[in-house]
């Protein structure tokens, strides 16, 4: 993640806190905001490639094959 990204956002969250921010801070804010959540959500993913869950038939399976499999039980 980058260094710049995180302390762009640190300073506009202490300044909105502070004083508060004009319309152009805003939508850049929600635009990093978003840059943020999308690089969260692909390293929570990446994560999730690397986890395995062990059925109750002792079969161990990728995370995400397991979940699928659960949810299309229902």
Do not use: C, H, W
Request: glycine share 4%.
């Amino acid at each position: 993640m980058d260094k710049n990204l995180l302390n762009r956002i640190n300073e506009l969250a202490k300044k909105k806190r502070e004083q508060g921010l004009t319309p152009e801070e805003q939508a850049e804010q929600k635009k990093l905001y978003k840059i943020y959540l999308g690089e969260i959500r692909t390293q929570f993913d990446k994560t999730l490639d690397n986890v395995s869950v062990k059925e109750k038939d002792g079969e161990v399976v990728p995370f995400k094959q397991a979940y699928l499999k659960k949810n299309k039980d229902k």
